[in-house]
C-alpha cells in the first residue's frame, strides 16, 4: 500500500536583507487618543474628568540601529497632534463642558524593540523606552477668550510600551504597533491667577498625560 504524507509547505519568505544592516530607515504614520489621569483635590466640590476622546495624528522618522539578532535601538523624532476635553461637574450636573486643551507635540522617543522567531513573513515584537515631548501649543496665558481656564506644561518625559507585528513584504517591511505612553511630571500649570476662575485649578490635585498610539511603520 503506498501512502503518501503531505506536510505543511512554508510559504517563500521575503528578502530582509535590511533587518542585518547596522542602520537603516523609514518612516511611521499613524493615529493617537490622547487622556489625562487627573487626581482630584479631596475638598473639592467640582469634580474633573475627560469627557471625550478625540482621535489625532502621528509622523515620525525612523532610525533603527542594528544591535543584535533579537534587539534594535530606534529613535523616531516626529510630531504628533491631538487634544482633550475636560468637563466639569456639581452635585451631579455639567458645571462646564468648555475646557478643550490642544497639543501640537515634538517628540523624541528613543526605544528599544526585541523581535521574536519570524514565522514566514511575519515577526512579532515588543518595543518599550522613554519619549520626551514639547507641546508647541503650549499657552503663557490663560485663553480666557474660548474660556479656557486650565493651562498645560510644554515639556514632559513619557515611558512608552507596546507590541506589533512585522510583515514582510516584496519591497518594504510594514510594521503595524499599538503602544501605550505615559507621562511622569504633573503636567498641570497650578498658577491660580486666571481670571477669577481658580475653581477649575483648584479641583485638580495632579494631572499626567496618557497617549494611546496606533503607528504603521514602513522601513
Known amino acids: 500500500m503506498h501512502v503518501n504524507s503531505f506536510g505543511q509547505k512554508q510559504k517563500p519568505k521575503n528578502d530582509s536583507w535590511y533587518d542585518d544592516k547596522p542602520l537603516h530607515f523609514g518612516f ?10 487627573i487626581n ?9 474628568e475627560v469627557s ?7 509622523i515620525q522618522i525612523i532610525s533603527n540601529l542594528h544591535l ?31 475646557q478643550r486643551l490642544e497639543s501640537s507635540f515634538l517628540e523624541f522617543p528613543l526605544l528599544l524593540k526585541y523581535k521574536g522567531a519570524r514565522l ?13 515631548r514639547y507641546d508647541l501649543a503650549g499657552k503663557k496665558d ?25 510583515f514582510y513584504l516584496p519591497y518594504f517591511k510594514l510594521s503595524v ?17 486666571n481670571g477669577g476662575h481658580e475653581e477649575y485649578v483648584d479641583a485638580i490635585k495632579r494631572m499626567h498625560s496618557q ?9
Open 177 to 193: 504597533e499599538l503602544k501605550m505612553s505615559n507621562g511622569i511630571r504633573d503636567i498641570l500649570v497650578h498658577d491660580r491667577n
Open 68 to 98: 543584535h539578532k533579537y534587539f534594535d535601538l530606534r529613535f523616531l523624532p516626529g510630531v504628533s497632534f491631538g487634544q482633550r476635553n475636560v468637563r466639569y461637574y456639581l452635585d451631579g450636573s455639567i458645571y462646564n463642558e468648555r
Open 120 to 132: 514566514n513573513n511575519v515577526r512579532p515584537y515588543i518595543v518599550g523606552g522613554i519619549n520626551y
Open 28 to 37: 511611521s504614520l499613524g493615529g493617537n487618543l490622547m487622556d489625562f489621569n
Open 142 to 166: 490663560y485663553d480666557v477668550e474660548k474660556q479656557v481656564y486650565l493651562r498645560l506644561r510644554r515639556s514632559d518625559l513619557y515611558y512608552e510600551f507596546g507590541a506589533g507585528f512585522d
Open 40 to 48: 482630584r483635590t479631596d475638598t473639592a466640590r467640582l469634580l474633573p
Open 211 to 219: 497617549i494611546w498610539i496606533l503607528a504603521f511603520h514602513f522601513e
Open 52 to 58: 471625550l476622546l478625540n482621535p489625532g495624528i502621528n
